[in-house]
């Protein structure tokens, strides 16, 4: 593909300079059959397509109807989005496809295992701040903590962020799971 002098090749992704569109974030869950390569479709319309996967959390939700549910959480401009779900719509291992970012309030969790290594004040701090943070320390050595941590995802970011300095090795992280609120 031979691109013209002055201008620049745009992925269908990445088009809020073409048209002013802002890039946003949502939440998707997605019911599927819970069979053998239903995620590796979905993945795979994402990466076919040049979408981006912020969170991906999968579980069976019934285990008589043989369904899981796939959340989800994307960016791209308001109409990648549209895209987004209509296509998924499409698969045929797909039952339905909601937009919790614009259907209504909804509650987004995620869980995280953060690994701090540390002696002396160090050592100190990261308590405190995990009182403050209300992480809990699931496993101690002379050495280190490991503390679980659950919260929307900015909760996740600002405690990682914060234990940084304080010696933390590694970090685990579930993904977004989230829910409508209400009835």
């Known amino acids: ?3 013209k ?3 620049s090749r745009r992925s269908a ?3 809020q300079s073409v048209y ?3 890039i946003e974030t949502h939440t998707l869950a997605v019911i599927v ?3 053998a390569g239903v995620l590796a479709r979905v993945i795979g319309l994402f990466s076919g397509r040049g979408y981006n996967i912020e969170s991906l959390t999968v579980a069976e939700i019934d285990h008589e109807g043989h369904r899981s549910r796939i959340t989800v959480v994307t960016t791209g401009t308001p109409a990648v989005i549209e895209q987004i779900k209509a296509q998924l719509g499409r698969l ?3 039952h339905d496809v909601h937009d919790l970012t614009v259907e209504g309030p909804s509650v987004e969790r995620e869980l995280a295992l953060i690994k701090v290594a540390g002696v002396g004040d160090k050592r100190v701090e990261a308590l405190r701040t995990s009182e403050v943070f209300r992480a809990r320390v699931v496993d ?3 050495e280190s903590f490991v503390f679980e ?3 929307a995802p900015e909760k996740i970011d600002a405690f990682a962020e914060m234990m940084r300095p304080l010696g933390m090795v590694e970090i685990a992280r579930t993904g977004v799971a989230a829910i409508m609120r209400g009835t």
């Open 140 to 142: 101690s050595t002379l």
């Open 20 to 22: 002013g569109d802002e």
């Open 1 to 3: 593909m031979k691109v």
């Open 13 to 15: 992704y990445n088009l």
């Open 5 to 7: 002098k002055g201008t």
């Open 149 to 151: 941590i659950t919260g």
């Open 33 to 35: 059959d819970n069979e």
């Open 92 to 94: 045929v291992p797909v």
